[in-house]
């Protein structure tokens, strides 16, 4: 009866083993990523409680790419903090509300209140692990007047999705049924001061049954502020005639 030579033993030991860890590592890795897709629609409910770590993205982005296996990660390895994401070029308006300028542009959220994550900072795992557990507070955060939950936030998001209403319409206008794009505009600037004419006068409408409503209830309220105005100029026009007449005796 032959044996196997124990070296030969050895080297299917520790092959064994490899296969094993190897197997046990590319699962763990390969876990589902954690990552929630924000939208236009779910903003406001998702990131306005709780905390994130936040990016916003262009498909085209070189940098979003080499990023994208890093943001997976990251959530997979973070336990208090939610990590997100949105298309910046399909949400503009989410990306005009935090005022993008270069992408990816990374945010720490926390109940609201926005820091940006700094560009100097690194880029891989343990570095915004870092800084979602503790980094965060050494960033100020963004003032009222620039936060995106805020009032000017929802009027800049609100001009972003009337811009890309616009440039869906014009892509409809020229790709689907071929139309110059000059006479879009042309349409759109003629439409567009309908509008703000129709807009001050209906305005102007508003703002003066207010006031006749504020100030003069009636009338009969309107004629008699005007007849005491009237007595009171001629009480004061009497009155200088009587000064004047006693000056000149």
Not at 38 to 62: K, Q, V
Not at 162 to 184: A, M, N, Q
Request: proline share 4%; aromatic share 14%.
């Amino acid at each position: 009866m032959s044996h196997i030579p124990h070296s030969l033993s050895r080297r299917v030991y520790l092959l064994s083993l490899f296969l094993v860890l190897y197997t046990y590592t590319c699962s763990s890795s390969s876990s589902p990523s954690q990552v929630v897709e924000i939208t236009s629609s779910n903003f406001h409910t998702l990131l306005s409680e709780g905390e994130w770590m936040y990016e916003i993205y262009a498909p085209w982005c070189g940098h979003c790419k080499r990023l994208e296996s890093t943001w997976s990660d990251l959530s997979n390895q973070l336990k208090q903090t939610r990590v997100a994401r949105t298309n910046g070029e399909i949400h503009k308006d989410i990306a005009i509300r935090f005022l993008v300028t270069a992408y990816p542009s990374l945010f720490h959220i926390k109940d609201g209140v926005v820091r940006q994550y700094p560009t100097e900072n690194g880029r891989e795992v343990k570095d915004f692990e870092l800084f979602a557990k503790q980094g965060w507070k050494e960033v100020s955060p963004f003032g009222w007047y620039l936060s995106p939950f805020g009032i000017p936030g929802t009027i800049l998001g609100l001009t972003g999705s009337i811009f890309s209403f616009f440039e869906h319409l014009s892509t409809i206008w020229t790709v689907t049924y071929s139309y110059p794009l000059w006479l879009f505009f042309v349409i759109t600037v003629v439409i567009l001061c309908i509008v703000t004419i129709l807009v001050t006068l209906l305005l102007e409408a508003i703002i003066s049954f207010f006031i006749r409503k504020l100030f003069f209830k009636r009338k009969s309220d309107f004629y008699e502020y005007n007849k005491k105005i009237e007595n009171k100029s001629s009480n004061n026009s009497k009155n200088d005639k009587k000064i004047k007449a006693r000056k000149a005796d």
